[in-house]
C-alpha cells in the first residue's frame, strides 16, 4: 500500500472496501454537512452498504474509469478525493472531494489534489480535468478556484437533492494550464 503524506500529520491512501467499518464511521460523523450538496457516502448506512460504496469505486479502478483516496489526520479517516469519469480515449477526467466538518480550513483537499491532478495529467496523459459542483457548495467551489481550475459555466436547477434543485458549476483546467497553476498554488 502506498501513502502521501499531505502535512505533518495529514495523509492520503488508497480507500479500499476492507476499510467499510472505517469508512461506515467517518461517514456518520459527517453525514448532515458532507450530505448538504452531494449524496455521497448518503447510502452507506450500516457496514455491508458501506462496503459496497468502496466496492464499487474499487470496480472503477480496475476498469480505469476512477479512483477512491481517503484522507487521515492522526490516523483517522476524514475525507477524501476521487477521480470519475475517466475517459482515457478522450483524455477527459473529473475530480471530487468531500470532508468532515473537523477536518476543514486546512488546506486537506488542496493539497489532496495536487498529486491527483499530477497523476491524472503526468501519469494517465489527461488533456482536461473537471471540477462540478452545486453553487451553493463555495468550500469546493474555492478549492476549483485555488487549483486554477477556470469556470465554464452553470447548469442551473440540474441537481435535485434532498428536495432542492441545486444549480451546478462546470469548472475545467486543462493539461496546458497545470504547471503555471500549480506554480502559482505551490509558491503561496
Known sequence: MYEIALDETARLRPLEPWRAEEFLAHIERGREFIGQFIPFGSTATDVDSARAALQR?????AADTGALHGIWVDDTLVGGVLTLNVDAERGNAEVGCWLEPSATGRGLVTRAMLPMI???FDGRGMHRVEWIAASGNVPSLNVARR???TREGVRREAAPWRGVRHDLEFWSLLAREWPSARAALLAR
Open 118 to 120: 499530477d497523476w491524472l
Open 57 to 61: 469505486y474499487a470496480d472503477m479502478r
Open 147 to 149: 487549483l486554477g481550475f
